[in-house]
């Protein structure tokens, strides 16, 4: 028969793993861990050195798997020596792992800031744009003395809009300057082009065919002179809203990725037993609603989504690290 085991102590299962933990560096792998405060400037550094911890920390756990095996007498033993090695390590890779969810959720919100800023000034970009070419038609079609008045008022107006403008309030006005000359233009071409209808009907009304054929002609020659002018407006226009420079804010907030695990939780135990009995016991069917969960994100309705509620159940992300 085999010999008895000899009795086993933690300084002998600790004596045994000693090269195996020098090997994998372990004294100071937990000294670099402890070190560590987790802050902008060291985010992907310590998830790093959190990953690597986590290789080391399998290699132990593994090395403890494999000794229990033949110790059955001393599993306790066993147990309790590597969980010395073991608990500071797991205890210190939760720390560093909760940090680094912490300072990058707050990068993460510095980061969408500085996007939404950057689009921000793009749309108010965008609007002054969209502004002078809407002014560049209503000109172009302006007929009436009254429809000019219009434009000027709503001119005037968008002027006014110092709190969406900002910054870019000077590029506004600026290209609002480009259009006032050729508004007051286009008014006085309205006068005139009215002004010899009515010398027109005039003439033709006295008889006066040769004078009625040269105010025709007057007016063609203005209504050309007007085309051309929308053209030259148009040009102008472009060219000040095409120089339009803004300033957009680089990124260089640095975040790391983790992995997007789906959890779940009961939100109305009530609701989802009645809208779901299969899903539920006494306490939530943890194995039902791990079924459902897998099923979900297998078909597809998961996809793209960071939340899913129904009938009192809560599908979720929960970022790891």
């Not at 792998?29 to 060291?42: C, F, M, S, W, Y």
């Not at 120089?243 to 957009?248: A, G, K, N, Q, T």
């Not at 998961?302 to 809560?314: A, H, K, P, Q, S």
Request: charged share 35%.
């Amino acid at each position: 028969m085999p010999s008895k085991p000899l009795p086993i102590t933690k300084q002998s299962i600790q004596a045994k793993a000693s090269s195996e933990l020098t090997r994998l560096n372990y004294q100071n792998l937990l000294k670099e861990l402890v070190a560590i405060k987790v802050e902008p400037d060291n985010l992907v550094d310590s998830q790093d050195k959190s990953k690597a911890a986590k290789k080391v920390e399998k290699a132990i756990e593994d090395l403890r798997v494999q000794e229990k095996k033949y110790w059955d007498e001393g599993a306790k033993v066993v147990q309790e020596s590597f969980m010395e090695f073991l608990t500071p390590l797991r205890n210190e890779i939760a720390r560093v792992n909760a940090d680094v969810a912490k300072v990058n959720a707050t990068q993460l919100a510095e980061k969408k800031r500085i996007e939404d800023e950057n689009a921000r000034i793009l749309s108010v970009r965008a609007a002054i744009q969209g502004f002078v070419n809407k002014m560049i038609l209503a000109i172009s079609d302006a007929r009436t003395d009254n429809e000019i008045v219009v434009i000027q008022k709503l001119v005037g107006t968008e002027k006014s809009r110092k709190g969406y403008y900002g910054d870019l309030m000077s590029e506004l006005v600026a290209a609002c300057e480009v259009l006032n000359p050729k508004i007051n233009e286009r008014k006085e071409d309205i006068r005139k082009m009215v002004s010899l209808q009515q010398k027109s009907e005039e003439a033709i009304k006295s008889g006066d065919i040769q004078t009625a054929t040269e105010i025709k002609e007057q007016a063609e020659l203005l209504d050309s002179k007007m085309e051309e002018d929308v053209l030259r407006l148009q040009d102008a226009a472009f060219e000040a809203t095409a120089s339009i420079e803004v300033v957009l804010t680089e990124s260089t907030v640095q975040t790391v990725k983790g992995r997007r695990l789906w959890k779940w939780r009961v939100e109305d135990i009530q609701k989802l037993a009645k809208k779901n009995p299969e899903l539920v016991k006494l306490e939530p069917n943890s194995e039902a609603i791990e079924a459902l969960l897998s099923e979900k994100r297998k078909d597809g309705s998961l996809d793209e989504i960071d939340r899913l509620e129904m009938n009192g159940l809560t599908f979720y992300i929960k970022p790891s690290y």
